[in-house]
């Protein structure tokens, strides 16, 4: 967008006091604060004179059309017009795309360390002196911003492109006397970065969240793009990139739904009964138990001297891998845990992409804890229990994830071995990431099981989903079935 600024020459102003009484005027002209209009003088005063120093950007068209009017009667006051980041989607990308902000000196030290590391130069050498000269410059320009969060920080190299410069001729003070010809040192654009997120599906999902705080995470599975990565609620990136008062981001700190927070790819919480199908995985693969065997469920299960309850207190009968995972049975989890053994579940975890920090090109991010016994150890410093096996079956006790990393799990269990990895990035910047577990030998027999118990929680009588099977306004199960479903798994 547009950014109406002012600037202040203090040779062109006069002396200090008649400096001061310039600045004051445009303080009174633009509602200026008391502590701004001290900056502003300690500014024009530190520096040479003939160097402008910025009063204030992204005026309205009122306030700048005010200054220009005025510009006759203030001396070494111009008022220009340059431009400035625009984010149009407003809050519905905020945490993916994150926001760029005037820099301050840590992110200045950054930018600099970064421009030395990739020309391989050092802060004390001649090279590295100017380097980091020219580096501070740019980002003291009025109109130069520095990505602060998401992919903005992230590729802020990328982004930037090329500053241009000018040959210009300066005489003993520095001085500018006259400017040279300088075409073949022009500036280089940024790149174009495109991202695989589809802007309509995602503000469809924040629309359906409403004002409730939560998250959500589409994959495709065909070609590993994600496709929508939102958290909500969250600010309007906008009101960052000139400035965001004290007030205003104080408020958006304390706020108890978090709208700061990157819940879908920072938040990590316990994954509930969706953990459900990664023992189930385990418990088939690793011989511990079969589709057929049954475990009879009365509401609550005897283990190392304790009752372990099932969510529903009258329990679900005799039940099956297949019935299990349907109705969501936490004493069927309990035995399917105990019998494979935490090791192989948290093995079988991180083949469907679980205990994983996802580098996709965005700032922050968690593993989560698919926990064992050597975590523990180092961790909490204690042996794994028997007992904690059993809480781990239904996704409790040290088991975190984040909601990005169960939906890499959907996407694989869904896609078996010809699902891709998750990337955001589609070009402009690349974005290794060569840690990701693969799969591996899960029988594709396993995955045919697990995703039938997951059809079956939203599409077959029973199932502890089976309101939201319909993928369409019908919430009745098809007689027969004709049509497309949803298959998933329930979880708190």
Known sequence: KRNFYVTLRPELAGNQREIADVIDRLGRMLKLSDAKKRSILQDATAQARFLDVLVADDLTWEDFSRINVMAPELN??????????????????????????????????????????????????????AREKAVRRLYRHPQMRVGKQGIESYAESELKGEPGKLRVLVNAAGRVIDRLPSEDISGVPGADLVLSIDAELQNYAIQRFGVESGSACVIDIKTGEVLVMMTTPAPDPNQFVSGISSAAYSALRDDEKNPLYHKAYEGVYPPGSTFKIVVAAAALESGAMSPEDSVNCNGRAWYYNRFYHCWKPEG????????????????????????????????????????????????????????????????VKEKWYDGDTISAGIGQGYVTATPFQLAVMCARIAGGHAAPDPHLVVSGATVPDQTITPLGDVS?????????????????????????????????????????????????
């Open 444 to 492: 594709e027999k396993t995955l045919a099981l697990v995703r039938a118990g997951m059809f079956a929680v939203t599409s077959e009588p029973g199932g502890a989903a089976i309101r939201f099977g319909a993928l369409d306004e019908r919430n009745e199960l098809p007689a027969p079935y004709t049509g497309a479903r949803m298959a998933g798994k329930s979880g708190s």
């Open 316 to 379: 679900h009968g005799r039940v099956n891998l297949h019935t299990g995972i349907q109705k969501s049975c936490d004493c069927y989890f309990y035995e399917a845990a105990r019998r494979t053994g935490i090791e192989k579940i948290a093995e079988m975890a991180k083949r469907f992409g679980l205990g994983h920090r996802y580098e996709l090109g965005l700032t922050g991010g968690k593993a989560g804890v698919m926990p064992n016994n050597e975590w523990k150890l180092k961790a």
């Open 76 to 129: 070494g006051v111009t008022a220009e017009v340059g431009e400035l980041r625009s984010y149009p989607y407003y809050a519905a990308f905020f945490h993916t795309i994150g926001y760029v902000q005037k820099a301050n000196e840590k992110d200045v030290v950054r930018m600099v360390e970064m421009d030395l590391k990739s020309v391989g130069e050092t802060r004390e050498s001649p090279a590295g002196k």
